[in-house]
T-cell receptor, first 115, second 112 residues
Framework: KAGVTQTPRYLIKTRGQQVTLSCSPISGHRSVSWYQQTPGQGLQFLFEYFSETQRNKGNFPGRFSGRQFSNSRSEMNVSTLELGDSALYLC??????????????FGSGTRLTVV | GENVEQHPSTLSVQEGDSAVIKCTYSDSASNYFPWYKQELGKRPQLIIDIRSNVGEKKDQRIAVTLNKTAKHFSLHITETQPEDSAVYFCAVPAGGSYIPTFGRGTSLIVHP
């Protein structure tokens, strides 16, 4: 079966712009989490969605937002981009109703570069 | 939130040697302990996990051991091969939210 699909794979944006990233989880996985990965900070939790509801949110500014649709696909949006937002954004889905309790399946990520 | 410390940050071994990576955590309510492997330019992948009712779990050349009293768990790789070269992450779910906190990662380099 298909894995976790993230689009686009690469993005280059200018400071001040906004960006939307997409994630399609494995079929049947209803919990979708987003992480930001950088060399300096490692894997930082952004937010988690389950049945179209944001259940958990990490310590990121309000410029970072997301949503989940009825088919479990999720999007995250970053507005007013800053240079420090350059990172690999990873989406992860899990089978159980509790995030990560059965292990995550990660997507390949979206590499965002802000110039 | 959960405090996770992972050591060492870098580990260099010769092919055939064993490698051990350790994670310590703070929340005694945590009950699920996975390890992920991330090869260069690729996604993290779950390679082994253990639950709190088990002390050790093996899968071919890799094993995970858990010491709940001391709040640490370790990844053991035996007979290392060059394809084991990658960054390894531990993760611990916070007791309340179940959101995993990841360790900072260990870069394992296996020299042929």
């Amino acid at each position: 079966k298909a894995g976790v699909t993230q689009t686009p794979r690469y993005l280059i944006k200018t400071r001040g712009q906004q960006v939307t990233l997409s994630c399609s989880p494995i079929s049947g996985h209803r919990s979708v989490s987003w992480y930001q990965q950088t060399p300096g900070q490692g894997l930082q939790f952004l937010f988690e969605y389950f049945s179209e509801t944001q259940r958990n949110k990490g310590n990121f500014p309000g410029r970072f937002s997301g949503r989940q649709f009825s088919n479990s696909r999720s999007e995250m949006n970053v507005s007013t981009l800053e240079l420090g937002d350059s990172a690999l954004y990873l989406c992860a889905s899990s089978l159980g109703s509790l995030p990560g309790q059965d292990g995550y399946t990660f997507g390949s990520g979206t590499r965002l570069t802000v110039v | 939130g959960e405090n996770v410390e992972q050591h060492p940050s870098t580990l260099s071994v010769q092919e055939g040697d064993s490698a051990v990576i350790k994670c310590t955590y703070s929340d005694s309510a945590s009950n699920y302990f996975p390890w992920y492997k991330q090869e260069l330019g690729k996604r993290p992948q779950l390679i082994i996990d253990i639950r709190s009712n088990v002390g050790e779990k093996k899968d071919q050349r890799i094993a995970v051991t858990l010491n709940k009293t001391a709040k640490h768990f370790s990844l053991h790789i035996t007979e290392t091969q060059p394809e084991d070269s990658a960054v390894y992450f531990c993760a611990v779910p916070a007791g309340g939210s179940y959101i995993p906190t990841f360790g900072r990662g260990t870069s394992l380099i296996v020299h042929p």
